[in-house]
């Protein structure tokens, strides 16, 4: 088969020279009273991506910039070709104009408190939200070098099967994206707690090394919050009987999705990659969570390895699934995207099965809708530092 | 022996090597009877689906490879073919 290299993928240039794979319209509801307006405003409008989470106001300290560096990137991101912000107040919406003014795209910004009644406010986020359709029909893919493209990786609902042909498929399959210049963004520091020789081993330098290193130590930590070594307790009774030996084996599972190339840079929830290569991103616990980080840093697609079903996706970036158990793949064929369960069953090489990604993300690029976006299935979730009161 | 043994016997058990300087392999079936692993090697009976089995003699503190990193050390000398779990590898 021909390689990732050779071919690029088509896609939608945007002013910035980012790349998207997908030409959304965005309806956001930036604050989660506004999340009714949101999907009044979508309805009628095809392939319009509602994100109305659970934002909230009177956010403090970090949590503050945070959320607002996230939700601007919604807009920014690659595969949203207009958008319509929505949010409560109008010297907010002041606010969000001037931040997205910069940002060579349609976007419009409306606020509720700017109608006269909801019959009004409807009216005139369901005008905006055509306007902005409008201006994004005709639009074309051009090629694009696998320079612009970055791929998110993620697991959830792991097994036996997940640590021996979906997750180690999709490393086969990032070793070449890596080979060929284009760009993973791994993350779920959780997972890497047990693996740090083997990081820190593939760290491209000393920085790199010492940032993973202690953002394993960090997620360590907080994992034994509780009084109970992590460490102490890994790999468990269950695992064992499994036949997992050690913890390092254990976090290998998960690791395998990354493949064997260096790790070029360790990144801060939702930063961008600054160049193409492999990365490492420090996200808390919970796939949707660090499925957010990844596509707010610009990732246009998501491999995700499943071993019992799990529907954690991005409502922006196309998320494919993988999947190695041949259970799962029989109850869960609406839903599942590449089937690996060969190397399982039958003997098939990994390479075997890496070509299959590559297969099937290929279509993705160019168009094909995933099995979640066939469902409209995705989640933007925002880690908080602190707790509310 | 039955010819149900005997069949399990020469059965050739399904396994997966996940990286190429790995000198352990993964066990994907259930034939824990069977003595052989597909595509040649031995394998002692009784090794469960997803365990692991030595793919060379592996020496009392050498590494144990598995998706070519080191995973553990043997803490006594392991057989080619023979199981390899918490009772030889940390």
């Not at chain 1, 606020?111 to 359709?133: E, P």
């Not at chain 1, 066939?374 to 602190?386: C, L």
């Not at chain 2, 996940?18 to 993964?26: E, R």
Request: hydrophobic share 45%.
């Amino acid at each position: 088969m021909s390689t990732i290299a050779a071919n690029g993928f088509h896609g939608f240039v945007r002013p910035d020279g980012s790349v998207g794979v997908r030409n959304h319209l965005l309806v956001l509801s930036t604050v989660a009273l506004t999340n009714r307006l949101a999907e009044l405003a979508a309805e009628g409008i095809p392939d319009a991506i509602v994100v109305a989470g659970d934002f909230v106001r009177g956010l403090r300290g970090a949590d503050l910039p945070l959320q607002a560096r996230v939700l601007r990137a919604l807009v920014s991101h690659p595969n949203v070709g207009g958008a319509l912000v929505l949010c409560h107040d109008v010297p907010t919406s002041r606010a969000l104009e001037a931040a997205f003014a910069g940002e060579g795209k349609p976007v419009s910004v409306q606020a509720l408190m700017a109608a006269k009644g909801m019959t009004d406010a409807v009216a005139r986020a369901r005008a905006a939200a055509s306007g902005v359709a409008h201006s994004l029909t005709g639009a074309t893919r051009s090629l694009a070098p696998l320079s612009r493209l970055t791929v998110a990786l993620e697991c959830g609902g792991s097994d036996a099967t997940s640590a021996l042909a979906a997750n180690p498929s999709i490393g086969r399959f990032v070793d070449r994206l890596i080979d060929a210049g284009g760009t993973a963004i791994v993350s779920e520091t959780a997972e890497f707690v047990g693996a740090e020789s083997v990081v820190s081993a593939r760290a491209a330098n000393q920085k790199v090394s010492a940032d993973i290193l202690a953002a394993l130590a960090r997620s360590e930590a907080f994992l034994s919050e509780d009084g109970e070594s992590y460490r102490g307790v890994n790999p468990t009774q269950e695992n064992i009987e499994a036949g997992l030996t050690t913890l390092i084996e254990k976090s290998m599972g998960a690791v395998a999705k990354t493949g064997s190339r260096p790790f070029v840079g360790c990144l801060t929830f939702g930063s961008k990659p600054p160049a193409p290569g492999l990365y490492f991103m420090d996200t808390p616990f919970f796939s949707p969570v660090s499925i957010t980080g990844m596509v707010a840093a610009s990732a246009q697609v998501v491999l995700f390895a499943v071993g019992v079903f799990n529907p954690s996706g991005s409502p922006l970036a196309p998320t494919l699934k993988v999947c190695g158990n041949p259970r799962t793949l029989a109850e869960w064929k609406d839903s599942l995207d590449v089937d690996v369960s060969a190397a399982v069953t039958d003997g098939a090489s990994l390479n075997e099965m890496a070509d299959k990604v590559e297969l099937a993300l290929r279509k993705v690029l160019e168009g094909e809708k995933t099995m979640s976006e066939a469902w409209s299935e995705g989640q933007i979730i925002i880690p908080s530092t602190k707790s509310l009161l | 022996m039955t010819e149900q043994n005997k069949a399990a016997r020469s059965a050739e058990r399904r396994h997966l090597t996940l990286s190429s300087g790995d000198n352990v392999t993964t066990v994907l079936d259930d034939l824990v009877d069977a003595s052989c692993l597909a595509g040649g090697g031995a394998v002692v009976p009784g090794v469960r689906f997803g365990h692991k089995v030595a793919l060379t003699d592996i020496a009392a503190g050498d590494s144990v490879v598995k998706y070519g990193v080191v995973i553990g050390h043997a803490t006594q000398p392991i057989a080619k073919g023979e199981h390899v779990h918490v009772h030889n590898c940390c």
